[in-house]
């Protein structure tokens, strides 16, 4: 607790992974990747994953169905309470965003976009995938990249980093590019070599741990010496092993007989907004993030998975912020008994204004919900509202829509304009229909 602090200041936990998997399935533990078991549980994971398998047949259900990946985070991560919020794919390129519970009704204009630049732009094997939202008031955007491969290629990869973030837009008045917004990650396989140094050096630098010898070397370093738009990311320093090319299934660098020399190829930088800011948003920047308030508590790789050529990067961030609201933008229960042999009603109360549209809707959840589309069923709010006044709605749910089972459950409102859930009600049990009972008691089965 941070009792000298001003009201609403607050330090949150972001947990960042970078991995190309190299369309290897998930391996069977990711526990020491998601630090599972530190005590220090995080607020958000954003885990960015490069060349997830997209063949004819997997691209196709992936479309439909979650992917192998995102199964088994959200699997994972749903029974610590926390949701998927939102993702985006294209192609190999995969971006998943997860939030505590308690979080959720405070995220906001959540909107996700995609910039291919693999074969002039027209197949999505690299290019740029990205998530932007509002969190507590603050402006945040997360880039996951694939960059051009090979080591003669540095330039173009800054010139596909320049053409992503110049391309990419958002529906948004206060953030409509990704350097508008106040806090930005870039990570990914950015592609970054080690140059001019041998092979032999290198090799010798690594067994002895003395990565700092080849920092001055590291493409991205370089690069950043003349480039401006680099100039504005900051990184860590690179106190790990590089993490490419592995062989597969060792902890072995390249053996074949391209034997690629080493490189720190997947990276995790962020950039906080210069100071100068439009009048409007100076009130974000008085009470927001600085740098001051941004820290890197970890960044390195976890070389105990092998799946891949490539070893996983994560990247765990402190932000101290103020939250600019504390509550949130409805507030909601459930009216009564909840079974499926009656008809239920849902009570909702705007706390502050907000774009409600005849697209919003209330969704029944189990307690330990995956994301926001693992629903049990739903009810359009403008089309069931039975009453209303100006502080209080009520929203009828019919029986036919409620199912048999029974369970501990929650009410989320989900708000179209805003692409979010913004209300969350207290869990409250849901019962099995008596009627429903009686059948199974009769022919002898378990509910």
Partial sequence: ????????????????????????????????????????????????????????????????????????????????????????????????FFSKLEHVPFIRDVQATYTRTGLFGYWGNKGGVSIRLSFYGHTLCFLNCHLA?????????????????????????????IVDHRLVFWFGDLNFRIQDHGMHFVRICI?????SLLW?????????????????????????????????????????????????????????????????????????????KLKQDVYTSI?????????????????????????????????????????????????????????DWIGLYKVGFSSVSDYITYTWVKDDEVAFNEEVIQVYVSKEEIPVQGGDCVLCYYCNALKCIIGISEPFQFHVAPLFLNYFATHKYSP
């Fill in 303 to 359: 070389m105990e998975y092998s799946i891949s050529d490539h070893k996983p990067v994560i990247g765990i961030f402190t932000l101290e912020l103020r939250k600019m609201y504390e509550t949130p933008l409805v507030r909601l229960r459930a009216e009564g008994d909840w079974s499926a042999d009656i008809d239920a009603m849902v009570v909702y109360s705007p706390l502050q204004p907000f774009p409600s549209s005849t697209w």
């Fill in 1 to 96: 607790r941070t009792h000298l602090k001003p009201a609403g200041h607050r330090h949150l936990r972001l947990h960042m992974v970078t991995w190309n998997v190299a369309t290897a399935d998930p391996p069977d533990d990711v526990t020491t990747l998601l630090h599972l078991n530190s005590p220090k549980n995080p607020d958000l994971y954003v885990i960015g994953l490069q060349e997830v398998y997209s063949g004819p047949l997997r691209f196709v259900s992936d479309a439909v169905f979650d992917d192998p990946w995102s199964y088994l985070l959200m699997s994972l991560l749903a029974p610590q309470k926390y949701i998927k919020v939102s993702s985006i794919r294209m192609q190999g390129l995969l971006l998943l």
């Fill in 149 to 177: 491969a090979h080591m003669k290629y540095a330039s173009e990869r800054v010139d596909e980093f320049e053409y992503i973030m110049d391309t990419q837009s958002f529906d948004c008045k206060r953030a409509p590019t």
């Fill in 207 to 211: 067994d002895k741990q003395n990565y």
């Fill in 216 to 292: 001055s070397k590291d493409q991205l370093i370089m690069m950043k010496q003349k480039e401006q738009v680099l100039q504005e990311f900051e990184e860590g320093p690179l106190d790990f092993q590089p993490t490419y090319k592995f062989d597969r299934n060792s902890e072995s660098y390249d053996t074949s007989a391209k034997k690629r020399k080493p490189a720190w190829t997947d990276r995790i930088l962020w950039r906080l907004r210069p100071k100068a800011l439009p009048p409007d948003e100076e009130n974000e920047n008085k009470v927001g993030l600085d740098a001051k």
